[in-house]
């Protein structure tokens, strides 16, 4: 089975921007889709992205697609987020989620099966 491995979070000043990585371990994201979810501190966990490998359909939760950004990389194998002017309210740690959301809508966690161990985003200066 496919495991998703996140890569890339940090620190980032107020404003700035960061580039969040989710690799394949153990299989590849062909013929899945890839989502990306965030839970920050004392909040529920909420779908931020997600990426159909095939076709490259892209999929945003509400207010995300203004600083967000998903793609897939079918060279390195990975599924990217580009987060743009990012604030504190972004301090969150983000997951890289797989399945195949077919009985579920792609927004929902219930929709992916696989799940990585999360990077933290901390935005502040």
């Known amino acids: 089975q496919v495991q998703p491995v996140e890569s890339g979070g940090g620190l980032v000043q107020p404003g700035g921007s960061l580039r969040l990585s989710c690799a394949a371990s153990g299989g590849t994201f062909v013929g899945y889709t890839v989502g990306w979810f965030r839970q920050g501190p004392g909040t529920e966990r909420e779908f931020v992205a997600g990426?159909?490998?095939?076709?490259?359909?892209?999929y945003y939760g509400d207010s995300m697609r203004e600083r967000f950004s998903t793609f897939n990389d079918t060279v390195s194998g990975a599924v990217f987020l580009d987060m743009n002017t990012l604030n504190p309210e972004d301090t969150a740690v983000y997951y890289c989620a797989v399945g195949r959301p077919i009985m579920s809508p792609v927004t929902t966690e219930r929709a992916y099966y696989y799940w990585g161990q999360g990077t933290q985003v901390t935005v502040s200066s």
């Open positions: 990426v159909r490998w095939s076709g490259g359909n892209r």
